[in-house]
């Protein structure tokens, strides 16, 4: 497997670390790379959840808000 | 995780929340809409290392009384939509052609933003679709290519880009590069 690029900019730094997932996702077996994902993505959505944001207030966010 | 056949691709990746908030939705829906997931969520059951504040999704266009028991249907199950409470006003949001989104009860994140599939495009990546096996369901999804078209060229923001760059690495050998300026054409042209 290759090794992480450093990038120059922010965004190249993202765009090669998004290379670098791709691969190690794309050459290990579904439970290695879902087992990481997982930890990430539920902890994010328990965060969102304690959060607490509104209806109206996500609406409006998204400039959804509609009368 | 790996293509099965043409049109289906199994995964055995360990479903987080997000991806059993999906099935869940998906299991009431589909008894009352044909749909296809868009968009973000398709990189994220793919691997990507991110979660997303909402699902996209288009369904085929239903009338009041179908939309009215899946309404029904999605309450019953714990399900509510944010933009308003009487189905006859989420219906006429969707005829209209807007979204809406529903979440489950008391919640607002993560939630499903809900499209009929109004556009020649939107109405076309029904014919393409593909079916993703997952440990607990079945979801179906837009086309790989017509994926990384609409975010390389249509979407565009950084957030895209590296949406697109994730599915096309995960599944080089099996990207229809050609396919990719097809709908790149078709969207330069809706």
Redesign the interface.
Known sequence: MNKLKPGRTNAEERMNFVEYWAEYVRTHPDEDWSKQQKMLIDSQLQNARKSSLSAKKYLKMKGELRK | ?KFIDKTTIQ????????DLFVLDFISILERYADYVIISGYIS?L??????T?DVDIFIRKIDFTTFTNLYAALQKKGYWC??AEQPKDVYN?LADG??V?F?RKK????NFEVKFAVTSLAQESFHDKLLVKTAKGDLFISSLERQIAFKRYYLKS?KD??DA??IE??FKEKIDIKKIEVYKRMIEHE
């Open positions: 995780m995964t055995d990746k360990i479903l987080t929340e997000l994220i793919f691997g990507r290392s991110k979660a504040e944010l933009n949001y807007l979204a989104r979440a919640e607002t994140i993560p950084e880009l590296e760059k994730h690495e995960i």
